[in-house]
């Protein structure tokens, strides 16, 4: 227990202890130091289906409102979706024991196929839910006429 001790800064807990409060900081002789300004809200999650009406984005954006969120078009077929998560402001008299939701700015960027109608794109955003549905353009099935066969 003792080199494992050492190892670890000359603290003397159980690191294989999962409860244990005693957190061991890999960046912390690091030069570059990372704050929650500078961390990226990177865990915007969002999933894509293509049905046959319409692509459809998904995104989980939970505590933001839709003034926090944009919806842009790129490029003719490139939707970008972005944002911000603000870092709530700290009170000289709280304490705080633990920091885990992400705060920062977020983006992401998906090009979509020609098939789709990007002047009728919408967006709604619905308990922390963004949906962008992108109606794609339909597809003309051939006329078919049959041919009497003479003989």
């Known amino acids: ?32 130091q990372f704050s929650e300004e500078n961390s990226a ?21 939970p505590g933001l409102n839709k003034e926090e969120v944009k919806v842009e078009v790129e490029d ?17 008299n709280d304490t705080w024991h633990r920091v885990e939701r992400s705060s920062g700015k977020f983006v992401r960027s998906f090009r979509l196929p020609e098939n789709v109608k990007m002047d009728q794109i919408k967006a709604a955003m619905e308990n922390g839910v963004l949906t962008v549905t992108v109606p794609k ?15």
């Not at 809200?41 to 954006?61: C, G, Q, S």
């Not at 353009?137 to 003989?151: Q, R, T």
């Open 1 to 32: 227990m003792s080199m494992i001790a050492s190892f670890f800064g000359g603290q003397r807990s159980n690191i294989f202890d999962p409860f244990s409060l005693t957190v061991w900081d890999p960046f912390k002789d690091f030069p570059i």
């Open 41 to 61: 809200f990177v865990n915007t999650r969002i999933d894509w289906k293509e049905t046959p009406e319409a692509h459809v984005l998904k995104a989980d954006l």
């Open 76 to 92: 003719d077929r490139v939707v970008r979706i972005s944002g911000e998560r603000k870092i709530e402001k700290e009170d000289k």
């Open 137 to 151: 353009v339909e597809v003309k099935k051939p006329d078919v006429k049959a041919i009497e066969i003479s003989g």
